[in-house]
């Protein structure tokens, strides 16, 4: 399920390009770090875009991802930093690390490619197996907003540069059953109306909503924290593009 949703992470160097400068994120993982010594896991961790300036910062940080291009990213990344960053290569639904930690979290919306209700347990379960008792679980996902999913997203960018035109068309559409939203994107290069390449890709995200998060956490043995709009702590409501999620295993 997961190994045929990478089609968007097939380059990590521009994914890092497009995604290096968000901080929002990492600004509100660290406030509840800093003073954690013991080790702290970073779900889907991609190329490291916080285990890397997490770890500059002393604290003991395992990166788990299950793609191992953006894995190998990270882990020249971290060497030019001169950094000793364990990166595990794992599924999050079957996490096998030889450790127990106080706080775990997954950013970038990873939570949304856990596409069925059977993957999002595993997850949960997966997570609860490695955190301490009272340990706590971040992560954030988009907030379904009908008004935008209810609607067949098309969208056409073109760029001319040095005699080439590049045409790009994104197409979104919702299944309301699945909850998944389906995000096709076709890239066309051409020169003097010759067609020179295509290219096509694709990715599938799961909405979750929010009645549904609080039973599922719950379901699992998770006490929900906060529940915010943003990583800027504002509050969650109908319209927020996000939802923050910020939960605490019972025991």
């Known amino acids: 399920m997961f190994e045929s949703n990478f089609q968007k992470y097939k380059n990590p160097a521009q994914y890092d390009t497009l995604h290096e400068s968000y901080q929002d994120d990492l600004i509100y993982i660290m406030e509840h770090a800093q003073e954690i010594h013991s080790p702290i896991i970073d ?15 002393g604290l003991h940080v395992i990166g788990v991802d299950l793609h191992e291009g953006m894995l190998n990213r990270a882990r020249k990344k971290a060497t030019v930093d001169n950094l000793q960053i364990q990166f595990e290569q794992q599924d999050c639904t079957e996490l096998n690390l030889d450790t127990k930690s106080p706080l775990i979290f ?5 939570f949304q490619h856990f596409l069925t209700n059977e993957s999002q347990d595993k997850l949960l379960q997966s997570v609860s197996r490695h955190l301490e008792a009272g340990g706590e679980f971040i992560f954030d996902t988009r907030n379904p907003i009908l008004a935008e999913l209810s609607i067949v997203d098309v969208s056409e960018t073109v760029e001319v ?5 590049k045409e ?24 003097d ?3 020179l390449h295509t290219e096509k890709e694709s990715i599938s995200l799961r909405y979750t909503y929010p009645m549904e998060l609080k039973r599922l956490l719950g379901a ?15 509050e969650f409501i109908k319209d927020s593009p996000q939802m923050i999620v910020h939960c605490r295993k019972r025991g």
């Open 161 to 165: 540069k040095n005699g080439k035109r």
């Open 220 to 234: 699992h043995e998770f006490e929900l924290v906060h529940l915010y709009g943003t990583w800027k702590k504002l």
């Open 193 to 195: 109306e010759e067609t």
């Open 106 to 110: 997954m950013t970038g919306n990873s």
């Open 168 to 191: 790009v068309n994104n197409t979104e559409t919702y299944n309301h059953s699945t909850q998944i939203l389906h995000c096709v994107t076709e890239t066309v290069l051409k020169e």
């Open 43 to 57: 779900l889907a961790c991609g190329t490291g875009r916080l285990t890397i300036p997490m770890s500059k910062q």
